[in-house]
């Protein structure tokens, strides 16, 4: 295989890492925000005021686009030799990160029902979903000391 199909690989491999976990982090924020409209319309039909945490509680699951783009660049280094390597990386990494996304946001539209119908529990919510955060983070971080130990970067 010539060396600019396999470096086109690793590059697919990379994409796929930022990509899949912006997917997970659309779904996951679309759920919320669903959640959080519909939360708002209850406050406004009984008379109650619209808590703006629920905002906050939309964009929680955005933050794992971040990781993938973290993610994206480590890849990126990869020696095109070990292009498999790199299409496994993104693509299970991308998978991973995406998913804590979509379940956080899933958790997220949870909350958001809860805190406008409570108006209690904020901080627990935001506590709960940095729960399900630290999986995608934990991705990240052993993704990167595994490539780094090894030894498949430039």
Not at 31 to 37: G, L, M, N
Not at 97 to 113: E, K, M, P, T, V
Request: proline fraction near 2%.
């Amino acid at each position: 295989m010539s060396e600019s199909i396999q470096q086109a690989l690793v590059y697919l491999g990379a994409f796929a890492t930022f990509g899949l976990s912006a997917f997970g982090s659309v779904y996951g924020c679309g759920v919320a925000a669903a959640s959080a409209i519909g939360s708002w319309k209850k406050c406004y039909a009984q008379g109650k005021a619209a808590p703006f945490q629920l905002s906050i509680l939309t964009g929680v699951p955005m933050s794992q686009t971040i990781y993938g783009m973290i993610l994206m660049g480590e890849v990126l280094k990869i020696q095109v030799a070990y292009w498999p390597t790199a299409l496994l990386i993104g693509f299970l990494g991308g998978l991973a990160i995406g998913y804590s996304a979509a379940y956080q946001g899933r958790a997220a539209a949870g909350a958001c029902d809860a805190l406008a119908e409570t108006g209690k529990g904020f901080v627990n919510y935001l506590i709960v979903l940095g729960i399900v955060e630290t999986i995608a983070i934990f991705v990240l971080a052993f993704a990167m000391m595994f490539m780094g130990n090894a030894g498949i970067l430039k």
